[in-house]
């Protein structure tokens, strides 16, 4: 398989994404001219370090650098303040200068933690991304969101942190325990519903070549939903408008995150229930409206790529739990009666209450005015969830081994309306 490259061209950096088999034994080569530093430490986890944290190494030594690696415990309990400030004790420790590198290898937990901690140390140095979940490969690895959870809210702290490049190897994405592969699917299912017709179209016809992941169809997932996230990104790098969209059924599953305990149910499953319920709010927002029926089949999409769910019997660790319709039933604190689990409104920004709906770009599709109910102020994330944006399409050439995405001259950018993310 001919690898395929997506460059991301923003205002303050501009990197290449790489998607291919066998990877791992080229990062050395790949990274090596994107810093003069001489040290590079590892940042991985515990599952994922010993399957690939050393084929990493060896590429790197190979070309040079002074390797360390940084292990931390599989899983979301990882990502808060106290793990970061041991990773940057750590990395004061391997003695890494304002020019030498963080490579970050595993999931999107990893990707978050070691970037946060490349962020910040020295007030930034050098990092790189190798995403080895699904989830990680077409979301969290680009676009430079970082960060950790706190106990008031997920991703609560964090900076803005572009990598120098993304090192997506999908044969590593074979190992994947099966409820990750559909949790990073879910992630597959928003790009495609917000980004275009052709690319949920394609969805839907691959959807049981991805389930069983197939490498070529699994690239050209990771290929259109980079590709998609670069535009986006692209646009809005600091997300103060159409990036906003990316956080589609994001409020209600980080609700859920919290509310069951980070590492209960997987990011993937939990966001796959938020888009559910987006679903639905959109299909009853187009009833009442009566037109862009399109939007209906967005629900469809999501049950034929058998999307992860979280379960309404029992909790799960780590993983994504069957959804209703794959034998789940209702969990105790998570029932639709239950006050604890509504969102309130966003702890990061408490007047997103008051705020009005951003000006969006072209491209939005959103149903007729007056045939939504006007957002209740005390449950303001339920305004999120009414919008879907279309960034606007350009044609890919599916057959061009790169894709070029660079930032618009004057991005039509909106009030700052400050969500759950990514
Ligand atoms: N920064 C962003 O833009 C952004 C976007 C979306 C999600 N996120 C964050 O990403 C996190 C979720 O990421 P995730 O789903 O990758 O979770 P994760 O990093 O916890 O990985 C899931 C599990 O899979 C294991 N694993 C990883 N790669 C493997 C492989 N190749 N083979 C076998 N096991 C493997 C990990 O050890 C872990 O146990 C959340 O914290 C979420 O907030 C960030």
Redesign the pocket.
């Known amino acids: 398989m001919l690898s395929k490259k997506v460059a991301v061209r923003l205002s303050t950096a501009e990197y290449q994404v790489e998607i291919g088999r066998d990877l791992l034994g080229k990062v050395g080569r790949i990274v090596a001219p994107l810093t003069e530093g001489a040290r590079a430490v590892v940042v991985t986890?515990s599952?994922?370090g010993p399957?690939?944290a050393g084929a990493v190494m060896e590429s790197l030594i190979e070309v040079g650098f002074e390797t360390s690696a940084i292990t931390v415990l599989?899983?979301?309990t990882s990502?808060n303040w106290e793990q970061a400030g041991q990773v940057l004790d750590q990395l004061a420790e391997a003695g890494l200068e304002r020019i030498d590198l963080v490579v970050a290898v595993?999931?999107?937990?990893?990707?978050?933690l070691a970037g946060f901690c490349a962020g910040v140390f020295l007030r930034g140095v050098p990092f790189v991304q190798v995403p080895?979940?699904l989830?990680?490969q077409v979301?969290?690895s680009v676009?430079g969101?970082?960060g950790v959870d706190l106990a008031a809210g997920?991703?609560l702290a964090g900076v803005f942190k572009q990598p120098r490049a993304v090192i997506a190897d999908i044969a590593?994405?074979q190992?994947?325990?099966d409820a990750?592969w559909r949790?990073?699917l879910a992630?597959v299912a928003k790009s495609a519903i917000l980004d275009s017709e052709e690319f949920l179209s394609w969805l839907e016809r691959n959807a049981q070549a991805l389930l069983a992941r197939d490498e070529d169809v699994v690239a050209e997932a990771v290929r259109l939903s980079v590709s998609f996230k670069a535009r986006v990104v692209a646009s809005d790098e600091l997300e103060f408008g159409p990036r906003e969209a990316l956080n589609l059924g994001h409020t209600l599953g980080h609700a859920i995150e919290k509310v069951a305990g980070y590492g209960v149910y997987?990011?993937?499953a939990a966001v796959a229930e938020g888009m559910r319920f987006a679903a639905i709010a959109i299909a009853v927002a187009v009833v009442l409206g009566g037109t862009a029926l399109a939007l209906a089949s967005h629900a469809n999409t999501l049950r034929s790529a058998d999307l992860p769910g979280i379960s309404t019997t029992r909790p799960h660790s780590?993983a994504a739990l069957p959804s209703p319709e794959h034998g789940g039933g209702p969990t105790p604190g998570l029932s639709p009666d239950s006050t604890s689990v509504a969102p309130v409104g966003d702890p990061k920004n408490p007047a997103s209450a008051t705020r009005p709906t951003p000006q969006l770009p072209s491209g939005v599709v959103r149903p007729p005015s007056g045939s939504v109910p006007t957002p209740d102020p005390e449950r303001p994330d339920e305004e999120d969830d009414h919008e879907v944006i279309t960034p606007d399409i350009r044609e890919d050439d599916p057959s061009d081994d790169e894709d070029v995405h660079e930032p618009e001259s004057s991005p039509d950018t909106a009030p700052a309306f400050e969500k759950d993310s990514?």
Do not use: F, I, R, W
């Open positions: 986890d599952q994922v399957m690939y599989a899983g979301e990502k595993g999931g999107g937990v990893v990707g978050d080895t979940t989830l990680a979301d969290s676009g969101k970082t997920k991703n590593c994405l190992t994947l325990p990750e949790s990073g992630e997987s990011h993937g780590t990514e």
